[in-house]
Nanobody
Framework: EVQLVESGGGLVQAGGSLRLSCAASGFTFDDYAIGWFRQAPGKEREGVSCISSSDGSTYYADSVKGRFTISSDNAKNTVYLQMNSLKPEDTAVYYC?????????????????WGQGTQVTVSS
């Protein structure tokens, strides 16, 4: 059974940091890319960042570039999202998702598996 389990969300003041984790199981981790997405109340889902578990290549949305860092620990089948200099507009439910590396991928709707999400709230 494929599982993606996010953790690490919480309440933080503006300017603070959080590290989200996405623990994956049930598929060959090295054959997938993992993406982080977020959705704020009343807004559409937004792609944040993604990483290839095969070669470590990364991509960031402009809104988080320079503040967020995605990384992967293949030995633990876990992807992390280090979020620094958090802003109130970063408040959202954050989801991780997995997509096979057999095709092209980005931060769109191509992801096959999704986690349940973790809440991040940034107070001003």
């Amino acid at each position: 059974e494929v599982q993606l389990v996010e953790s690490g969300g919480g309440l933080v003041q503006a300017g603070g940091s959080l590290r989200l984790s996405c623990a994956a199981s049930g598929f060959t981790f090295d054959d997938y890319a993992i993406g982080w997405f977020r959705q704020a109340p009343g807004k559409e889902r937004e792609g944040v960042s993604c990483i290839s578990s095969s070669d470590g290549s990364t991509y960031y949305a402009d809104s988080v570039k320079g503040r967020f860092t995605i990384s992967s620990d293949n030995a633990k089948n876990t992807v992390y999202l280090q979020m620094n200099s958090l802003k109130p507009e970063d408040t959202a439910v954050y989801y991780c998702a997995a997509v096979g590396l057999s095709g092209s991928y980005g931060l769109g709707d191509e992801y096959d598996y999704w986690g349940q999400g973790t809440q991040v709230t940034v107070s001003s």
